[in-house]
């Protein structure tokens, strides 16, 4: 009996000893959860972060009403790993007080994004955007490209801007407040169908990537191992999600805002496998999908960079 319960106490202890080990992270994400997040419910749902002793809490900018970008949030510590775009790695490192991100991975193997405008309004092509509105989420870079996009079509680039509250931006166009604004082809697109969009890459802009899954200098020094962990998860998430729509489309839906529940979530997972990659090419960044964007840029007079492409991401093999 004695050693019997002794064993069951060391059989609690070292489960005790193993979950003390797991490794938390925060992950603060772009947006509010949506089919780009997909891969992160179903890997903490699925258990695929718990198997490599992660613990993941993730972060939607609801929480606090976008008061801050998912990059400043690793700036202030309130996340360890955050979801956003090129432009917010090179924004960070460009300004005054310069601050190290980095790239670990990108959800998506080419851009997905568009200009969208309701197809009622008789715009088009971007040109028609002179005069029009735009409903813009206030990144640093974000006007500048969307008046450079008018301009290559033949435009003045005159186009009047507005900033309504970020988390409420869709929703401006959507009920024809506003003309245009930048959406995600694999989720607004999906949502509102009878949209004319423009991508950027049809107008000799080549965008990048969007979203980066990126962190901090001082996170990659300090638990490396956890992040290739992380990301080792995370791809497993993205690649169970689309081999089995119907289950991932049910964890996904439990965390979706009410206005969002009335997407067609297969649909939205159908539209986005062919660019979330496979097994062995998911999260993989090429370096000259950065180095076109940072030419394109400086050729543009939107920002001077001089740096080695090679210190914006930290490739680790997951």
Sequence with gaps: YIFRLTNIRYEKAKEC?????????????????????????????KGFFKELNIDVEIISPKTDN???????????????????????????????????????????????????VVKSNNIKSPKDLDGRSYASYGARYEDLI????????????????????????????????????????????????DLKYFKLSDFNIPYSYSPLITTSSKLINEKKSSIKMFLKATKKGFIYSVNNVQESSEILYKYLSEDDKKI???????????????????????????????????????EKIDFDIKDFYFKLDF
């Design 146 to 193: 969307v008046r450079q996009l008018i301009k290559n079509d033949g435009g003045k680039g005159d186009v009047k801007i507005y900033y309504p509250e970020r988390l409420g931006v869709w929703n401006t166009v959507a009920n024809n407040k506003y003309d245009s604004t930048w959406i995600f082809l694999n989720w607004e697109g999906i949502e509102k169908p």
């Design 17 to 45: 000893q193993m979950n003390n080990n797991n490794i938390k992270l925060r992950l603060a994400l772009d947006w509010t959860p949506n089919i780009n997040h997909i891969g992160f419910y179903v890997a903490k749902e």
């Design 264 to 302: 067609n979530l297969k649909n939205a997972i159908n539209f986005s496998r062919k660019y979330f990659g496979s097994q062995d090419s998911f999260g993989k960044i090429n370096e000259n999908v950065f180095s076109k964007f940072f030419q394109w840029l400086n050729l543009n007079k939107i």
């Design 66 to 116: 976008y008061k801050y970008s998912p990059a400043k949030k690793i700036e202030l510590y309130l996340a360890d790993i955050a979801l956003c775009p090129t432009e917010s790695i090179i924004s960070f490192r460009t300004k005054k007080k310069p601050f190290k991100l980095y790239a670990l991975a990108t959800i998506f193997q080419r851009d997905i994004s568009a200009i969208a």
